[in-house]
Structures are given as C-alpha cells and as structure tokens.
C-alpha cells in the first residue's frame, strides 16, 4: 500500500472515528462503561449547573461551572474516540472483506459421478451438504472440502498471499474457502456452511470492533475499577458533608462546590484506563487480524497472553520441512569426488526436495555441475516403495541410491559386498537423527548421502527468548526417539513427542492442563483436531482440514506453523499494555488526590497548607487544571493504546518491576507537573 493511500485510510478512520464518538453519547452506550458512565453523568450534572447559575441559582462562578462542563463533555468524547478510533481499524479491515465477498452463479451438481447435469444458483442459496463444480477461473462460491479433483487456488483475497495454493481431495489440503478463485484444472466441492456462516462471514463479525465480547479479565479489571469509583464516590458525598459540618464549625461560608466535588470525583475515578480499557482490547483483537489470524474470541487472545506451554510441530516449524543433503561420506577408499558425481547423476531427475538437495551440494563443494541425460542416452530409475531405491542407467551403468537394506539387497544381487565401514556410517547417521542414504554404482558401494533435517535460523534464539518469559517449548514429531531427540537438542527445546499420535498429543495436553498449565499449540490435520479442541490455544491452519479448523480457536490465514509464537507475543502484549496502563492510571489518581485536596480544604483547614507542595492558589485553579489533565491525558495515551507497549522478552518479575518503575512512578510524577 503506497504511502497516500495509507494516509487516506487513516483520514477516513479518524472522520468515522469522530463522528461514532459522538453517536456513542446515547445512555445506552455510555452504561456499558460504568467508570466512564459516571463521568457522563457528572457532565450532564455540571451541564445543568451552569443552567441554573445563568438564572441566579449559583453553584460557584458561571465561568467556572462552564468550563468544568465543557472540560467533563471532552473527556466522556476522548474516551469515545479511543474505542472509536481502535473500532475503527477493524471496521475498516470489514469493509475491506465486505468488498470482496461477492455473490456469484454456482454450478450445482446432483453427485460427484453425475456431473453432466449442472444447475446455475445464486451462491448465496447455497446450503451445507450442497456439492458444486468450480472450473478454471470460477471463483469458489461457498466454503467447503473437495471430494474430487486437484486444482491450484488464488488465496489472495483472503489471506493477502499472491502465491497460488494446490488443492486437492484427500488429505490436509482439502478445505477450500468462499470468494478465493480456482486457477487451473478443476474441483468438485462439498459445501460445509449455510448462508451467512461462512468463513468470511466469520471474518467480518470478528474484525467488526464494535462486536467484541469482553474477556473474562477485562471483566475482572472492571469489576476493580467500578469498585474504586464507588469507594470515591462515597468519599466525595462525604467530603461535602465533612465541609458542611466544618462550616457551621468554624462559622464561615467555605463549603465546597457541588461543581468542585464532581469534578474531584471525576479527577479521582479510575478515568484514564475505564476510557482505555475497551481500545486497548479492540486493538490487541487488531493487532493479531493485521498478522493474518483470525480469533474466534478474545478470550483466546488473552489465553495466548498466559501460555506457558508451547507445543510446535517439527516440520515446517523448527525444520525447513524437507530433509536436505548435508554430507558425502565415501567408503573403503572411495575417492570423495566420485561419489559426488554418483550421487547427483542419480538425483538429476529426481525433482523432491531432497534429490534438488543433493545437485545443489555437489556443485557447490565440488563444482560438478548438472548434465544432460538425454546425452548419455540415460534412463532414470524411479523411487517406488517396494524398491526403496532410485537411480539412473547410463552408458552400459547402473548407479543407485536409496535406503541402506534396500541398497545392501541391490549390491549383493549384483554379487558386490556391503561393508562393515558402510554399516558403521549409516548407523552413526542414524543415531544422529539424520537420514543415511547409500549410493552404489555398478554393484559397489561409493558411499553415503548424509541428510538431514535443517533446523531453521534464529529458532534457538526465540527459544531461549521463550524460556526467558517462562514458556516451556515442546517439539511433537513424528519421527522415531533417537531421531528426535537429536533435533531437540540442535534447536534447543524443553522437551520432545516422539512417534507423536493423536493419543499421545491429547494425552500430554491434558496432562500440562491438570498441572496448571495454560497449553497451545498448532496444527492443521484431521488428526490434530482433538488436541485442538483440548488446547487452551489452538492455531489451525487455513490451508488445513475443516475438523481442523472447527476444532481450533484461532485459524492462521497464511498457515505459518511459526506463527504461534507471534500469536504468544501479540497475547503477552495485550496484558502488558493493560497492566501498564492499569498502573499509571491508579498512580495518577493517588497523586491527584494529593494535588487537590490540600487547596480544596485550606479555607477550613490552613494547617493543610503544609501539604500544598505545588503551592497552588486556589481550590479552583487547582481542579480546573486536574480536569484539564484527565481529558487530555487520554488523547495522549491513545497511541500507545492502539500500538501497545513495547514487547520484551523478560521474566514475570522483571517486566513488573519496569512497569512500577515506568508507569507507576511516572504516573505518580505527571499529574504534579501537568497539574503545576
């Protein structure tokens, strides 16, 4: 997105977000905050005030009055603005999905195996078990499994990905959703949604702002803070009885204001957070939509915050995904080169992952550069399970390579010899946890073919990072103990599932669980969908099943299986800024309390002059210039609200100790200065 597009979005946001802060007004709005709700209140309070003052029933000074409304109607509309300002990038986001989401004709067929008799239908009558054809350039009306074809699918319009998926029935890569476009070939699709339930329906009510349940701690944090607003509350009525009955005490007319005592309680109210609080949530909710998740709940972010368990897949996640050649290890005087050459003549037309492997690191090694096998009048020999080898004949030669029994049966047929050197280098390799693969050419063993999974870069950072906030990270592979125990170690890992089954995945979910443990994990089969549905926090992937997906609180729209731990950290930010927050709210309430009620009460009490360090004039200098800070404050602190604070990977402890130390004594510092 250039750079003036993106400030046109922003100024569309800011207009909504201006014009929604005034439409939020309505009581009923106002109430569902009931911090802000009493500074709504005192508003329409001080409003009326100002009133009866200009008909001579006065309060205090009509300019005074005047100017606390004005200062209160601003604070109850900057804390408008905040939740408006954070609904309205995901409102924005909305729109952007409405636009896409478009109704379109739908092939509907009777069967898979009846496709000649198709029935045009609008997608949107589309209901779920209904089963349609998607050709070439069709986009696919309703989400869905293919139940028959193979076809690649431009995903960009949901995921934003301009690299086309492969889809196909069976397996993992079976889902399909609503509104992305078939490229090539063709699919037969079995919708699973009914109309208005579809992904991108999901999408839209989750990213709508506006429509965000609160969290079971944001609940809890309000609970606390409309505590303390009652507890002011209760102060404040107090307080203009106590001046009522100093008064008559000291036979003079000093009794406070009802003016000033609203707006001290207003100065006194949790003010700053209560009018966060929602912002900081919807935000968070934003954070995670902008990273391509889409959460089903906020409770699921706030989980993501709490973690302590990780488990992340070993393929794909740790690893690269495909076993790479890392190694020619020649045997019984085999000369180094030779083997290499063996080995890539074998992996020319070997077009995996793990035969390009081994071409690449025989040209790079020994600059031995691929040849043309039409040339040498050679015949490639493909990989079969029953064989468990490749290879290629050329020029009356045979070289293969494959498995180590396979290859031992090979060489011994061609009345060769598998040597103890051979045996030793394979069983090391394995032990290891690589893959040994042995190269024979013409019925002797050159030697063997070293892969391995490649851990990727920078994982043993983000790891230790991990351990570093208290999260224990457990790899859940596949591959047999040894194997995995030897890629544990090289990525840095807590722990390890080997010979990983959906059993076994669900068993040690529960097992962390009934310990304490907050669990989450990743995953995109069928047969991860249990342990899915038993993690606290479970990512499936879009790319994955639709049990999968049905069974996880958050789907992953690019199907990064690293993106659990962005997830953890987005989570972890969202209780970090509230928690900041928090703090630096309640310490400017204290350091308010101190600041205006020495002035507020010297006229009855002028020992209390000793308390007025900031030597301020006047009780109603004093809360005008308290009034003026708490509206402003907010606008101030939105921006770090919508952003977040700034995350880092520390321990529980010293994350607190910042906080206090940044937001406590600084919220305890800034009101004295604004104030001053």
């Given at each position: 997105?250039?750079?003036?597009?993106?400030?046109?979005?922003?100024?569309?946001?800011?207009?909504?977000?201006?014009?929604?802060?005034?439409?939020?007004?309505?009581?009923?709005?106002?109430?569902?905050?009931?911090?802000?709700?009493?500074?709504?209140?005192?508003?329409?309070?001080?409003?009326?005030?100002?009133?009866?003052?200009?008909?001579?029933?006065?309060?205090?000074?009509?300019?005074?009055?005047?100017?606390?409304?004005?200062?209160?109607?601003?604070?109850v509309?900057?804390?408008?603005?905040?939740?408006?300002?954070?609904?309205?990038?995901?409102?924005?986001?909305?729109?952007?999905?409405?636009?896409?989401?478009?109704?379109?004709?739908?092939?509907?067929?009777?069967?898979?195996?009846?496709?000649?008799?198709?029935?045009?239908?609008?997608?949107?009558?589309?209901?779920?078990?209904?089963?349609?054809?998607?050709?070439?350039?069709?986009?696919?009306?309703?989400?869905?499994?293919?139940?028959?074809?193979?076809?690649?699918?431009?995903?960009?319009?949901?995921?934003?990905?301009?690299?086309?998926?492969?889809?196909?029935?069976?397996?993992?890569?079976?889902?399909?959703?609503?509104?992305?476009?078939?490229?090539?070939?063709?699919?037969?699709?079995?919708?699973?949604?009914?109309?208005?339930?579809?992904?991108?329906?999901?999408?839209i009510?989750?990213?709508?702002?506006?429509?965000?349940?609160?969290?079971?701690?944001?609940?809890?944090?309000?609970?606390?803070?409309?505590?303390?607003?009652?507890?002011?509350?209760?102060?404040?009525?107090t307080?203009?009885?106590?001046?009522?009955?100093?008064?008559?005490?000291?036979?003079?007319?000093?009794?406070?204001?009802?003016?000033?005592?609203?707006?001290?309680?207003?100065?006194?109210?949790?003010?700053?957070?209560?009018?966060?609080?929602?912002?900081?949530?919807?935000?968070?909710?934003?954070?995670?939509?902008?990273?391509?998740?889409?959460?089903?709940?906020?409770?699921?972010?706030?989980?993501?915050?709490?973690?302590?368990?990780?488990?992340?897949?070993?393929?794909?996640?740790?690893?690269?995904?495909?076993?790479?050649?890392?190694?020619?290890?020649?045997?019984?005087?085999?000369d180094?080169?030779?083997?290499?050459?063996?080995?890539?003549?074998?992996?020319?037309?070997?077009?995996?992952?793990?035969?390009?492997?081994?071409?690449?690191?025989?040209?790079?090694q020994?600059?031995?550069?691929g040849?043309?096998?039409?040339?040498?009048?050679?015949?490639?020999?493909?990989?079969?399970?029953?064989?468990?080898?490749?290879?290629?004949?050329?020029?009356?030669?045979?070289?293969?390579?494959?498995?180590?029994?396979?290859?031992?049966?090979?060489?011994?047929?061609?009345g060769?010899?598998?040597?103890?050197?051979?045996?030793?280098?394979?069983?090391?390799?394995?032990?290891?946890?690589?893959?040994?693969?042995?190269?024979?050419?013409?019925?002797?063993?050159?030697?063997?073919?070293?892969?391995k999974?490649?851990?990727?870069?920078?994982?043993?950072?983000?790891?230790?990072?991990?351990?570093?906030?208290?999260?224990?990270?457990?790899?859940?592979?596949?591959?047999?103990?040894l194997?995995?125990?030897?890629?544990?170690?090289?990525?840095?890992?807590?722990?390890?599932?080997?010979?990983?089954?959906?059993?076994?995945?669900?068993n040690?979910?529960?097992?962390y669980?009934?310990?304490?443990?907050?669990?989450?994990?990743?995953?995109?089969?069928t047969?991860?969908?249990?342990?899915?549905?038993q993690?606290?926090?479970?990512?499936?992937?879009?790319?994955?099943?639709?049990?999968?997906?049905?069974?996880?609180?958050?789907?992953?729209?690019?199907?990064?299986?690293?993106?659990?731990?962005?997830?953890?950290?987005?989570?972890?930010q969202?209780?970090?800024?509230?928690?900041?927050?928090?703090?630096?709210?309640?310490?400017?309430?204290?350091?308010?309390?101190?600041?205006?009620?020495?002035?507020?009460?010297?006229?009855?009490?002028?020992?209390?002059?000793?308390?007025?360090?900031?030597?301020?004039?006047?009780?109603?200098?004093?809360?005008?210039?308290?009034?003026?800070?708490?509206?402003?404050?907010?606008?101030a602190?939105?921006?770090?609200?919508?952003?977040?604070?700034?995350?880092?990977?520390?321990?529980?402890?010293?994350?607190?100790?910042?906080?206090?130390?940044?937001?406590g004594?600084?919220?305890?510092?800034?009101?004295?200065?604004?104030?001053?």
């Amino acid at each position: 997105m250039s750079k003036n597009k993106l400030k046109a979005v922003d100024k569309n946001i800011l207009i909504r977000a201006i014009k929604d802060s005034f439409k939020k007004l309505n009581p009923k709005i106002q109430i569902q905050n009931p911090v802000m709700f009493i500074v709504y209140i005192a508003s329409i309070l001080t409003s009326i005030l100002y009133i009866a003052a200009l008909f001579g029933i006065k309060d205090n000074s009509p300019h005074f009055i005047l100017a606390i409304a004005v200062l209160l109607w601003f604070t109850v509309l900057f804390a408008n603005f905040a939740e408006a300002i954070a609904e309205g990038r995901g409102k924005a986001q909305a729109d952007a999905l409405r636009s896409s989401k478009k109704d379109v004709m739908a092939n509907k067929i009777p069967s898979a195996d009846n496709m000649t008799k198709i029935t045009k239908i609008n997608s949107a009558s589309l209901k779920k078990g209904d089963i349609v054809i998607v050709h070439a350039g069709e986009q696919i009306p309703a989400d869905g499994e293919v139940i028959d074809g193979a076809a690649s699918v431009d995903e960009s319009a949901i995921t934003g990905e301009s690299a086309p998926v492969i889809r196909e029935s069976g397996g993992d890569r079976s889902a399909v959703t609503g509104g992305t476009t078939v490229i090539s070939d063709w699919l037969i699709i079995s919708v699973t949604n009914d109309p208005g339930e579809s992904f991108l329906d999901k999408m839209i009510a989750m990213v709508e702002g506006a429509e965000r349940k609160k969290t079971p701690n944001e609940i809890a944090l309000e609970i606390l803070l409309v505590s303390l607003t009652m507890i002011f509350l209760v102060v404040t009525v107090t307080l203009y009885a106590y001046s009522e009955f100093a008064s008559v005490q000291a036979k003079q007319l000093n009794t406070i204001s009802v003016t000033s005592l609203l707006a001290l309680l207003v100065c006194l109210a949790p003010t700053t957070i209560g009018a966060l609080l929602s912002a900081i949530g919807i935000a968070g909710m934003s954070r995670l939509n902008q990273a391509n998740v889409l959460a089903m709940s906020g409770r699921a972010i706030e989980a993501a915050g709490d973690v302590d368990i990780l488990m992340l897949d070993k393929t794909g996640t740790i690893t690269l995904g495909n076993r790479q050649a890392s190694e020619f290890i020649p045997v019984d005087g085999v000369d180094i080169r030779e083997l290499a050459d063996a080995a890539q003549l074998s992996s020319l037309a070997d077009e995996t992952p793990e035969g390009r492997s081994v071409v690449v690191l025989a040209k790079e090694q020994f600059g031995i550069r691929g040849r043309n096998l039409s040339e040498l009048n050679a015949k490639f020999v493909p990989f079969t399970a029953k064989t468990r080898m490749s290879g290629v004949d050329f020029l009356d030669n045979e070289v293969r390579k494959g498995a180590a029994e396979a290859v031992k049966e090979y060489v011994s047929s061609k009345g060769g010899e598998y040597s103890k050197e051979c045996d030793e280098v394979v069983k090391e390799i394995s032990k290891a946890g690589g893959t040994p693969l042995v190269v024979a050419k013409n019925g002797r063993i050159l030697g063997i073919i070293h892969l391995k999974d490649i851990v990727k870069q920078g994982v043993k950072e983000k790891f230790s990072d991990l351990r570093k906030m208290g999260i224990k990270t457990i790899m859940i592979t596949g591959d047999n103990p040894l194997t995995a125990a030897a890629i544990a170690a090289e990525a840095g890992v807590d722990d390890f599932l080997a010979e990983a089954t959906p059993e076994g995945k669900l068993n040690l979910i529960r097992d962390y669980q009934s310990k304490g443990h907050l669990v989450a994990m990743t995953g995109d089969g069928t047969n991860d969908a249990p342990a899915l549905a038993q993690a606290d926090v479970a990512v499936a992937m879009n790319t994955g099943t639709q049990a999968a997906k049905e069974a996880g609180n958050m789907v992953d729209l690019d199907s990064s299986p690293t993106k659990l731990i962005d997830i953890v950290r987005i989570g972890k930010q969202l209780l970090m800024t509230r928690g900041a927050l928090t703090t630096f709210s309640i310490a400017n309430d204290v350091a308010k309390y101190f600041a205006i009620l020495p002035p507020l009460f010297m006229g009855l009490y002028p020992q209390l002059s000793v308390l007025n360090i900031m030597r301020l004039q006047s009780a109603e200098s004093a809360i005008l210039s308290a009034v003026i800070y708490n509206a402003f404050i907010i606008v101030a602190l939105i921006p770090l609200a919508l952003k977040g604070i700034k995350y880092r990977e520390v321990s529980a402890g010293n994350l607190l100790r910042r906080n206090i130390f940044i937001y406590g004594i600084g919220g305890i510092i800034a009101p004295f200065i604004a104030i001053k």
